[in-house]
């Protein structure tokens, strides 16, 4: 069992910014890619940002372009999510997950993601 653990959430007002971090204190982390996911209340869990082994990103096409930033530390221990410029419409509970499989990973498929962080809240107002 792969442990994740997100911190860095909270209450910021527009325009604001976040950093969220997740963790895993495993000795060996070989998931393909590292993705955040967001559920705001009464709505589906959606992808937000990927990161894969070899550092390569990918953003859902709800952030591309809106200063969110997905990055990962040299040791693969910690990955980052930078969120820039937030708007009331990015409040929501906010997940890190690993994945093995390279396509779960691109598509941001909730269901192939094996492990799951604990979540983060993000709350943005006026």
């Known amino acids: 069992q792969v442990r994740l653990m997100e911190s860095g959430g909270g209450s910021v007002q527009i325009g604001g910014s976040l950093r969220l971090s997740c963790t895993t204190p495993?000795?060996?982390?070989?998931?393909?890619?590292v993705a955040w996911f967001r559920q705001a209340s009464g709505k589906e869990r959606e992808g937000v940002a990927s990161?894969?082994?070899?550092?390569?990103?990918?953003y859902a096409n709800s952030v591309r372009g809106r200063k969110f930033v997905v990055s990962q530390d040299s040791a693969r221990k910690t990955f980052y999510l930078q969120m820039n410029s937030l708007q009331p419409d990015d409040t929501a509970m906010y997940y890190c997950?690993?994945?093995?499989?390279?396509?779960?990973?691109?598509?941001?498929?909730?269901?192939?993601?094996?492990?799951w962080g604990q979540g983060t809240q993000v709350t943005v107002s006026s």
């Open positions: 997950a690993a994945a093995q499989s390279a396509v779960d990973c691109i598509n941001f498929r909730p269901g192939g993601f094996d492990y």
């Open positions: 990161i894969f082994r070899d550092e390569t990103t990918q």
């Open positions: 495993e000795p060996t982390f070989s998931a393909t890619c």
